[in-house]
């Protein structure tokens, strides 16, 4: 059974930065493509980024990118997510999850479904002056 508890999240304001933090357990974060989704108010689940196992190489989503950094640590079986430049369209409910149609399919589709539809609580990113 894939788990995740996500942390990190917060009410900051535009410009300022947060860091996102996810443990995972039932599977180890390097065995897999493992990514970050957001769910805003009255949309869809949605990829922002993801690490892809197999290309070893991060992918995000074009709204996000030179902003967000994602990152594995194998040590602590969890992922983050450096999001540097926050604004408004950043907020939502952030999730890491594995990706149910792989990291490159899932961010250029912005397909937002996890692998068994295992998703933990996630943590709530309000960006606003």
């Known amino acids: 059974q894939l788990q995740y508890v996500e942390s990190g999240g917060g009410l900051v304001q535009p410009g300022e930065s947060l860091t996102l933090s996810c443990v995972a357990s039932?599977?180890?974060?390097?065995?897999?493509?493992i990514g970050w989704f957001r769910q805003a108010p009255g949309r869809e689940r949605e990829v922002v980024s993801c690490?892809?196992?197999?290309?070893?190489?991060?992918y995000y989503e074009d709204s996000v990118k030179g902003r967000f950094t994602i990152s594995r640590d194998f040590a602590k079986n969890s992922v983050h997510l450096h999001m540097t430049e926050l604004k408004p369209e950043d907020s939502g409910v952030y999730y890491c999850?594995?990706?149910?149609?792989?990291?490159?399919?899932?961010?250029?589709?912005?397909?937002?479904?996890?692998?068994?539809?295992?998703w933990g609580r996630g943590t709530q990113v309000t960006v606003s002056s």
């Open positions: 999850a594995v990706p149910a149609m792989g990291c490159l399919y899932s961010i250029t589709t912005g397909t937002g479904g996890s692998l068994y539809d295992s």
């Open positions: 039932g599977f180890t974060v390097d065995a897999y493509d």
């Open positions: 690490f892809s196992r197999g290309e070893n190489t991060p």
